[in-house]
């Protein structure tokens, strides 16, 4: 349980990290969508664990770059982490199994 536990605990300080640079970035720029922190949360956890929905998108080229490079890390933090759960709880389903049909 401290891989998983680890992963989440990654994944909430990259999601507030990233949510702090893009309000630095584009927080003058696009007050709408990145005035505020919690305003960037909502687009930093979204493109962070999805593909993101499009709603929210930053403008400057320094946002742009931001947005690149999170988007990127996003899949070692969120993706890769969420395949090797998956494989694990496939393996413990597989062993219950084994162990019921002896």
Do not use: M, Q
Not at 50 to 60: A, E, K, L, Q, R
Not at 76 to 87: H, Q
Request: glycine share 8%; hydrophobic share 50%; proline share 5%.
């Amino acid at each position: 349980t401290l891989p998983c536990g680890l992963s989440i605990v990654i994944t909430f300080v990259v999601v507030f990290i990233s949510a702090i640079c893009l309000y630095l970035a584009e927080g003058h720029i696009n007050p709408e969508a990145f005035g505020s922190i919690p305003r960037a949360l909502w687009w930093s956890s979204v493109t962070l664990t999805t593909v993101g929905y499009g709603d929210i998108v930053p403008i400057s080229v320094l946002g742009k770059i931001l947005t690149i490079l999170i988007t990127i890390a996003s899949i070692g933090i969120v993706a890769i982490p969420t395949g090797i759960l998956a494989a694990g709880f496939s393996e413990a389903l597989s062993e219950l199994k084994n162990k019921r049909d002896n």
